[in-house]
């Protein structure tokens, strides 16, 4: 089944406590790129990866790390969590070519105090 | 700056009965135009999209759209609402993968179904 897994679904940490959050698409698709979801805000889109060892910020790129060194994972890095980062987290994966869309991942809930 | 604005926070609507959920978008080329539905606690799923040619497409679980340039607007129809339907309703715009390819979500809009 073509799909995106995301690892953990839910995580509840502290302040300043590394953590890494998981991606992993099996339709070999080129692109690769992270989101969090805020009420009232939609999805913004944090950091993305047109391919292996490519990757560029989005919109709200501040305090996330990302790697792309697999074409079928695209984890996205915590170094040092803030509350400001508790959210709603989608990964998502599309090809390059055209007329396609993104299919999302189930979502990570991060909860930081 | 590209944007895409729902209007409508939360909507109502009684099992049965006919829904439209609106969508406006800013962007200065032809848009590739998106809706994706969130039920509690899922991913999102994506219900139909615009990329050209006809201009009313048919997406899944009997819902359609509307796109017309003149207005900026994608709305989202559906004739009659079922009580599985109650779920969160995203618009997006999507930028070429060129330019980022990236995804530009509106606020979303609430849908609740009364029995």
């Known amino acids: 089944e073509a799909q995106v897994t995301q690892n953990p679904r839910y995580l509840i940490t502290v302040t300043g406590k590394k953590l890494t959050v998981t991606c992993s698409q099996n339709?070999?698709?080129?692109?690769m790129s992270w989101y969090r979801q805020d009420p009232g805000l939609g999805l913004r889109q944090i950091y993305y990866?047109?391919?292996?060892?490519?990757?560029d910020k989005g919109d709200v790129p501040e305090g996330y790390k990302v790697s792309r060194k697999e074409k079928r994972n695209f984890p996205l890095i915590l170094e040092s969590p803030s509350p400001n980062q508790t959210s709603l987290y989608f990964c998502?994966?599309?090809?390059?070519?055209?007329?396609?869309?993104?299919?999302f991942g189930p979502g990570t809930r991060l909860t930081v105090t | 700056a590209q944007s895409v604005t729902q209007p409508d926070i939360h909507i109502t609507v009684s099992e049965g009965a006919s829904l439209e959920l609106r969508c406006n978008y800013s962007?200065?080329?032809?848009?590739?135009l998106f809706w994706y539905v969130q039920s509690p606690g899922q991913g999102l799923q994506l219900l139909l999209k615009?990329?050209?040619?006809?201009?009313l497409v048919q997406g899944i679980k009997g819902f359609e759209a509307e796109f017309k340039r003149s207005q900026s607007s994608f709305n989202l129809r559906k004739p009659s609402v079922h009580w599985s339907d109650a779920a969160e309703y995203f618009c997006?715009?999507?930028?070429?993968?060129?330019?980022?390819?990236?995804?530009?979500f509106g606020q979303g809009t609430e849908l609740s179904v009364k029995p």
């Open positions: 997006a715009v999507g930028r070429p993968y060129n330019q980022g390819g990236k995804l530009i």
């Open positions: 962007y200065g080329a032809t848009p590739y």
């Open positions: 998502a994966s599309r090809t390059l070519r055209q007329g396609y869309e993104q299919y």
């Open positions: 990866s047109m391919n292996v060892e490519v990757t």
């Open positions: 339709m070999n698709h080129e692109y």
């Open positions: 615009y990329f050209s040619g006809d201009t």
